[in-house]
């Protein structure tokens, strides 16, 4: 896919074979290239010892994203979940096949095996070479495409196509894993085709762990032991467990409130007319079971210059004081780099990024009266920001109870002076 698109922005001559490099390693090229003797991963410097000639190309480059925007858009046709990982890669969550207790008979069925085919003939018309792999999760997909994009490109002429053990293949480019044999299939592959990030690929490396199935020999206490909380994820994906869902992330929706203020160059006012729209926006989500992991403002001068600006937040926010510091945060950053005074004839707030926001286990010891406390304090703040400028006022550093406190807790002083 980049190498093509490569050539046609006219970065590499057609007469040359093309090479991507990504962080310094080879990420994709050519069928001439591969056939010439060179390696996914391989260091760029061992490019030109194996593929002599070879036109080098950085993979920021390459521009596919209108591209692959209009193949995520014909993607819609067939599901509503649609969620991009990179430019060149899309999980996508089919509905479950027919069948008489609402699985596939023999774990696969005609139907998806027709909707498969459809999406990878639809990926071919934009000019991909699309490999389709399908599961009962998306973990396995994800890895049954890897597994045939490697065999296409290092593949020689002349050989027999790889084996994938426990999967269906229709033809070269499409492979189903039937649900119970997701272990099979994964256990001799290479265990970097599980998305691991780089440093648990390195400590796997340093463990000698080659493929899937090795780790997988491994117990879940041993590899916590081993790797902390990473553990139990490289427990999990070796057996291909993966409860993750594929999400609806395209087109990306968002929520957003403008508000006229027909010229105001008051801060203060800005600030508080933003601290509505941070409460409006919250109970949105709310009322869904959503949060946001993006706040965006747009500054409408009076003029009729338009300001925007971003901010992406560390994880899922559904409270209004998270949106609310997000906004006022873009908002002073604006109004410096303005460096002057300006009319401001109109603000819209908006939110981004918008998912579930995850279930969590409930705690023992009243964890409503928590969730109430931290309520409240947040209401106290939106009072106080209508008299005061929000940069004033703020929550402080959160200062744990005392391991004495938290035992206190558990103490009844009362507790043998009762009456029965």
Known sequence: LYAAAAREAGLAGAERPSVILREGRVFDGCREAFAAGLQLGSPARQVLRDVPGAAVVEWADVDIAARARAFWDRCLAYTPYVEPVEPHQVLLGLPLPDGPDGRAQGGISRRLLEEVQALAEAGASFGFAAFAGAGASRLVARVAARALRAEFLERRPGTAPQRLEGAKRVGHRI???PPGQEARFLAPLPIGFLPFP????????????ARIGEAAQVSED??????GPQGRLVARW??????????????????????E????RDRDLLERELSRSAALLAAQLERRGEGCQQVGLILELAGGRVLRA?????????????????????????????GEPAEIAAVTAEVGLIGPVDWRQMELWDDRLRRERQERIEGALALLHQRFPARVIGLGMRTPPSWREQMLQYADPYRWSRKA
């Not at 041993?222 to 790797?227: P, S, T």
């Open 222 to 227: 041993e590899w916590v032991r081993q790797m």
């Open 198 to 209: 780089p440093e648990v690929q390195h400590r796997l490396q340093q463990l000698g762990i």
């Open 261 to 264: 203020l027909g010229g105001v």
């Open 310 to 338: 971003e901010r992406t937040l560390p994880r899922l926010r559904h409270t209004a004081y998270s949106i609310q510091q997000g906004l006022h945060a873009l908002l002073a950053r604006m109004l410096d780099d303005l």
């Open 175 to 177: 492979a189903i894993v």
């Open 238 to 259: 070796s057996r291909g467990i993966d409860p993750e869902p594929v999400k609806p992330a395209w087109p990306p929706r968002r929520l957003a409130r403008r508000a």
